[in-house]
């Protein structure tokens, strides 16, 4: 679950919006503790595919 769809239990708004100063703490919270969370899913994708090759182009020159 992404941080945009919860909800503050102090003024029932969402979180995403920061209107209360919960909001604002929590957000700034999870955007603090999320590594990727600036990155949309494409990008985490592309890093992925990346990764992928470097480990296979690694055990092709090894073997």
Do not use: K, S, W
């Not at 969402?14 to 969370?37: K, M, S, T, W, Y």
């Not at 990764?51 to 055990?59: D, E, K, Y």
């Amino acid at each position: 679950m992404t941080y945009d769809r919860l909800v503050c239990a102090n003024c029932a708004a969402p979180v995403i919006e920061g209107r209360c100063h919960v909001c604002r703490a929590n957000r700034e919270r999870l955007q603090q503790d999320n590594l990727f969370a600036g990155l949309n899913p494409m990008a985490l994708i592309t890093l992925l595919a990346v990764l992928i090759a470097a480990v296979a182009l690694l055990a092709h020159q090894t073997a």
